[in-house]
Structures are given as C-alpha cells and as structure tokens.
C-alpha cells in the first residue's frame, strides 16, 4: 500500500472513530506499527490529526477530510452517479457546479460527452470550485466562469463577497450541488456556512436543481443549510438508496434518478 493509499485510510478511519489506536491500525492496514506512527507522526506535522500517546485523534472541535483525502470513498458510486447527472445537461446550457468529490466527477463525465467535443461554447461552466475550473479550462468548447472569493483549502471552493458579486449578476439553466447530506425535512447542507451560502446563491439562480449525492449522504443533516428539499428538482444517487428513501423525496415532489 503506497503512503497516499495509507494516509487517505488513516484519515478516513480517524473521520469515522473520532480517536484511532496505533496497533490496531496496523493490523487494518496490513503493515507495521512503525509505519503507522511515522504516518500519524507526519500527518500531525500537517495539522491533519493531534498525536496521542499510541495514537491519534481528530484535529479541533470540527473535523472536515479536506477533498484531496475523500476522492477514494464510493468512487464508482461517485461516477456513476456523474454520469447520470451529465446525461441530464443539454449542450449550449449554462451549468453551476458547487465544489467537492462528486461534483468534480460530474465535471469530468461533461468533459468526455461525444456531443459536446466542439461548440460556441459547447457549455458554460460557472463554477467556485478551483479544482473544477482547472480541469476544463483545457476544453476550448467550454466557457468556463470562475467566482471571485477566497479559496477554503478543505474544498478549493471561493467563498466569501466577491462571489456573491459574480453570482449575483448571472443566471444558470442548472445548478448542480454536491452536498454533505441531503434530507426531506431539514433540506441540502454542507459543513461549512460560507460554503453553504455560496451554494445557496447558486440555486436561486437556477432554473432546475440537481442534487448529486451517494446514497450515505441521504437522511441526513449537517451543520449549514444551502436550500430547502422543494427548491431541488432532481436527485441524482446510487442503487443502495432505500425505498423508504425514494418514495419520501418523491413524495416530497423530487424526482429520483438512481444508477
């Protein structure tokens, strides 16, 4: 297992248990005790974790896996999702794209779509998300809109006014959200408030909204609301969605799409 490979199961066992014990990560791990306190020892270096005696916990009050160390977690789910949500975008729209994994995987499937290899533009990108707007800047076929902001490093999102200035003075035809839960009765939400009011901005200039969510998210809150569950059209996730789940958004007049 490479050091990233180990890293990313670190961070994501620590996510998961609050603490982590340095002996029975080796044994998960499949390598040394030696190894894993190297790995805590260097990732405490990078305020990722707080070192304990044999072990670690979780750095602060609120802990948020920046998106580098989340991009393996339900990856298939992640691309199938994104490519339905790509199938639901029309070329010569004006697409937003919120940051983080999912959205980023929905950025790359429009990247390969046969039907929009050229254009005038193909589409329009509006996108906080510095990761997203790196990625298909290299497409000519694609106008690609960057908010202003300052940039979170947990998500290469921009946050802040100068977003709110760029977004204030467009519209979009679909706003897809890329969200940390997603329940019937408490709405879309993320970790971050100036994430969610970014978020939030986008959606009210929206004509249709797409929630691109694996089926974990589902049911779930999370500290900042970025809109109600009746401002979102769509939601796209994944076939380990209960029914119970599906009939409540449906009922709740959102449209389920799952792959």
Not at 4 to 18: H, M, N, Q, S, T
Not at 141 to 150: A, S, W
Not at 174 to 187: I, P
Request: aromatic share 4%; proline share 2%.
């Amino acid at each position: 297992m490479s050091r990233d490979a180990r890293w990313k199961a670190l961070l994501e066992l620590l996510v998961e248990r609050g603490r982590l014990d340095v002996e029975e990560a080796a044994v998960e791990l499949a390598v040394s005790a030696a190894t894993i306190r190297r790995d805590l020892d260097q990732l405490a270096e990078q305020q990722m974790l707080v070192r304990t005696r044999g072990g670690a916990v979780v750095h602060g009050v609120s802990y948020e896996l920046p998106l580098r160390y989340k991009s393996a977690r339900r990856a298939s789910e992640k691309q199938r999702i994104a490519k339905a949500v790509a199938a639901l975008v029309t070329a010569g729209e004006a697409v937003g794209l919120t940051g983080g994994t999912t959205t980023t995987e929905v950025a790359r499937a429009l990247a390969v779509r046969p039907d929009l290899a050229d254009g005038s533009p193909a589409l329009t990108v509006v996108t906080n998300a510095l990761n997203i707007a790196n990625e298909l800047a290299v497409r000519p076929q694609f106008k690609i809109v960057v908010t202003g902001g300052v940039a979170r490093p947990q998500s290469y999102e921009l946050v802040g006014p100068l977003a709110d200035g760029v977004l204030g003075q467009i519209t979009v035809d679909v706003a897809v959200l890329g969200v940390v839960a997603f329940d019937v009765a408490h709405g879309a939400a993320a970790n971050d408030e100036a994430e969610a009011a970014i978020n939030r901005l986008l959606c009210d200039r929206a004509e249709r909204v797409i929630v691109a969510a694996d089926s974990s998210k589902l049911g779930r809150r999370a500290f900042a609301r970025i809109c109600a569950a009746e401002s979102v059209n769509t939601l796209v996730t994944d076939t380990a969605v209960t029914e119970e789940t599906v009939r409540a958004f449906e009922e709740a007049g959102i449209g389920v799409v799952a792959v």
